[in-house]
């Protein structure tokens, strides 16, 4: 295991509504990545938070936007849900100097 | 722009055959790192390696072996004597920079047959 912690597991959501993902980083590392993977793709790239600033961003609209805490765990937040945001939503965490990112077991998101 | 291509979407073979998983990128940086790694039915990524685009040796960690080849911008992932448990889709990753974002390719699944 890699002490990279996500909450909730699962999650339903109908369209319009608003979510927040939650993740723990694993210790000693301060910065945050997120990914979205639909079925069947690879993980793309969200954004990333270091310090508590967002650090680089994906190909993700402002409705999707992110926060990172002081003891260096993150929350994902997503307004007006739409039907193609159904997906595993995964955090990875990593020391800045280090470079690999360590991912949790990820958030399955259903919008219906 | 960066790009990880991994052509073979699902292969299956029978337990104990040797497999190779291929990797091609595509980037203009000079320094990145490529990495493998493996997604069993519980959803989380799980590391294998990182190599930097200044270490061309082949890698090798028990059954698991890599071969990077700069000439051809592939990095393929072999698994000698497969196991069922090897079951799982592998993603081949890039990253132009130290903690920049990782770009993965579709995955390659895995099918070990008893």
């Known amino acids: 295991e890699t002490g990279v912690t996500q909450s909730p597991t699962h999650l339903i959501k109908t369209r319009g509504q608003q979510v927040t993902l939650r993740c723990s980083s694993q210790?000693?590392?301060?910065?945050v990545s997120w990914y979205q993977q639909a079925l069947g793709q690879g993980p793309q790239f969200i954004f990333q938070?270091?310090?508590?600033?967002?650090?680089g961003r994906g190909n993700f609209p402002p409705r999707f936007s992110g926060l990172q805490f002081p003891n260096y765990s993150s929350e994902l937040n997503v307004n007006a849900l739409e039907l193609d945001d159904s997906a595993l939503y995964l955090c990875?965490?990593?020391?800045?100097?280090?470079?690999?990112?360590?991912f949790g077991a990820g958030t399955r998101l259903s919008v219906l | 722009a960066q790009k990880v291509t991994q052509a073979q979407t699902e292969i299956s073979v029978v337990e104990k055959e040797d497999v190779t998983l291929d990797c091609v990128y595509e980037?203009?940086?000079?320094?990145?790192?490529l990495f493998w790694y493996k997604q069993p039915p519980s959803g989380e990524l799980v590391f294998l390696i990182r190599?930097?685009?200044?270490?061309?040796q082949n890698e090798i960690s028990g059954r698991y072996s890599w071969n990077f080849q700069k000439s051809t911008s592939s990095f393929n992932f072999t698994i000698t004597a497969s196991q069922v448990v090897d079951s799982a889709v592998y993603f081949c990753?890039?990253?132009?920079?130290?903690?920049?974002?990782?770009?993965f390719g579709k995955g390659t699944r895995l099918h070990i047959l008893p």
């Open positions: 980037t203009r940086d000079t320094t990145y790192y």
């Open positions: 990753a890039l990253s132009g920079s130290r903690d920049d974002k990782i770009i």
């Open positions: 190599r930097n685009s200044f270490d061309e």
């Open positions: 938070y270091y310090r508590e600033e967002e650090n």
């Open positions: 990875a965490s990593s020391n800045y100097r280090e470079n690999i990112q360590y």
């Open positions: 210790s000693g590392h301060n910065t």
